[in-house]
């Protein structure tokens, strides 16, 4: 079944339709939502069509989950209502718990531990009534240490769970799973900052973000702020926002961190209308989003002199608040503390002051709690359909 999954298309939604154009006689299983034991989404060859005919026609619903690149218009639209419908569950939660994932198991994967990234997904399934099995750092803490292929990995944990979440090192690491599993892989976040393979996760909670707290995603103007070269958060978030209409992104960022051109010839190729500044200030004044995000060391290599250059000199504080439009929001992948400052020097550097935390356009942590809603989503999407 692998070999079969491994020829459904990629981008948008998963649908009975779509599948059988790919291969006649194979059709996609989706249980109902009637159905008081958990079922995995199976396919199944030779299946007749009078049987195929004669089954309700369901919502469509995800595959795998991968990369950015899957997700066309309308599959971002189908994932951001039933976002919504998870704020609604989560709130609640807390008097009478889902049941809506009951029954079902999530493994959480984690080759590079993230326990931000990991929790989500974690209080996502259990807010769905569903259970948890995990490890942190699966490179060290699990059969890989003694040289287990990922394939052979996926293999046996797919017998304990229904769904796997992956966060691996090695590029191309999600599609081998995806590939080689029967039940849905999901990416937890991709390593790779080439156009190739963009990070889907924050990608998808920012331009739910944007869409919650502006009301629309059509004619934004965005201003990506700090290391757009390697910053996975804003080249997805480029992408992604490129699916709307009469979009227009300023890039601000110190000359050897600007945005690379793979980004821009796509936006070029959409005819997104994109501009490059060293003024914070000024595009500040003209935007709907600022998004700001660190310098990263690691980056630079030896050249520490670039790094110093260019560190510190785009901070969100209250000189840009004065000129941000009062509808405007300012977004952050968190953490904003400096690299190089320790929890405990009082004159640690933050890429956003905390003097702007007051301000109602502040949205970096409900950005960080719409995370949670965009997981459940998928993990609803993934494993019940819409």
Request: some cysteine; glycine content about 6%.
């Amino acid at each position: 079944m692998a070999a079969a999954r491994a020829t459904l298309p990629r981008p948008g939604l998963l649908t009975p339709s779509n599948v059988a154009k790919l291969q006649p006689g194979l059709r996609v299983l989706v249980p109902s939502s009637s159905s008081s034991s958990p079922r995995r989404a199976v396919a199944t060859a030779g299946a007749a069509p009078a049987t195929a005919a004669a089954a309700p026609s369901p919502r469509p619903r995800l595959g795998d989950v991968i990369e950015s690149q899957q997700f066309d218009r309308d599959a971002l639209n189908e994932i951001f209502e039933v976002a919504r419908e998870m704020e609604a569950v989560e709130r609640g939660s807390h008097g009478a718990p889902s049941r809506i994932l009951e029954g079902y198991l999530m493994a959480t994967l984690f080759y590079e531990p993230s326990t931000r990234t990991r929790l989500s997904f974690e209080g996502a399934m259990r807010r769905l009534g569903g259970e948890v099995l995990t490890t942190e750092n699966a490179r060290e803490f699990s059969s890989a240490a003694k040289g287990e292929t990922l394939e052979d990995t996926i293999r046996t944990v797919e017998g304990y769970s229904d769904i796997i979440v992956l966060r691996h090192f090695e590029s191309g690491a999600a599609r081998r799973a995806a590939d080689t599993a029967n039940i849905p892989v999901i990416n937890a976040e991709v390593i790779r900052v080439t156009l190739g393979t963009l990070a889907f996760g924050w990608a998808l909670l920012d331009v739910y973000t944007i869409k919650r707290e502006i009301g629309s995603l059509d004619g934004i103007k965005l201003g990506l702020v700090g290391d757009l070269a390697n910053g996975r958060t804003v080249r997805s978030l480029a992408y992604l926002i490129a699916q709307y209409q009469n979009i227009k992104i300023y890039f601000v960022s110190p000359d050897v961190v600007k945005m690379k051109d793979d980004i821009k010839d796509y936006l070029n190729s959409q005819g997104v209308e994109w501009e490059e500044s060293s003024d914070l200030l000024e595009v500040a004044s003209k935007c709907d989003v600022i998004y700001q995000t660190r310098i990263q060391k690691e980056r630079f290599g030896e050249r520490i002199d670039l790094y110093e250059a260019a560190r510190g000199k785009y901070i969100v504080d209250k000189k840009v608040l004065d000129v941000l439009p009062k509808h405007a929001i300012i977004m952050h992948p968190l953490p904003r503390l400096d690299e190089d400052s320790h929890e405990f020097n009082v004159h640690a550097l933050l890429w956003i002051t905390k003097d702007v935390d007051s301000d109602p356009r502040a949205a970096y942590f409900r950005q960080a709690k719409n995370g949670l809603y965009i997981r459940m989503a998928l993990l609803k999407l993934l494993l019940v359909g819409h």
